[in-house]
């Protein structure tokens, strides 16, 4: 089983910057990760995810260009740069983790679905002020 610890979250004004880091407790090498978030008063939505080797990303239409995932596999960590961050990205954001052969996805892809996922963080909290 793994465990993800998010962090990384807080205030930030409009336009600027935060590196958002999620900490598996173990190897996460035949893991696709994701990012997700969750906004006040509205569903949780897709945010970003990565294959296991890193080899291909997928973004939410509303962050491409301005987030940027990546992950270290020596390290066990995912990553979310967040640049140009704007009031409606305030949310909470949550890592999230699936096991790359149980399902019959191509292995060299990361799901958007949040129905892939087994394994969650609870969550770091991004603030944007205007």
């Known amino acids: 089983q793994v465990q993800l610890v998010e962090s990384g979250g807080g205030l930030v004004q409009d336009g600027g910057s935060l590196r958002l880091s999620c900490a598996a407790s173990g190897s996460t090498t035949n893991y696709a990760m994701g990012w997700f978030r969750r906004a006040p008063g509205k569903e949780r939505e897709f945010v970003a995810s990565?294959?296991?080797?890193?080899?291909?990303?997928s973004y939410a239409d509303s962050v491409r260009g301005r987030f940027t995932i990546s992950r270290d596999n020596v390290k066990n960590t995912v990553y979310l740069q967040m640049n140009s961050l704007k009031p409606e990205d305030k949310a909470t954001y949550y890592c999230?983790?699936?096991?790359?052969?149980?399902?019959?996805?191509?292995?060299?892809?990361?799901?958007?679905?949040?129905?892939?996922?087994?394994?969650w963080g609870r969550g770091t909290q991004v603030t944007v002020s205007s």
């Open positions: 990565i294959s296991w080797n890193g080899g291909s990303t």
């Open positions: 999230a983790a699936y096991w790359i052969y149980g399902t019959t996805r191509d292995v060299n892809t990361a799901s958007s679905s949040a129905e892939y996922y087994d394994y």
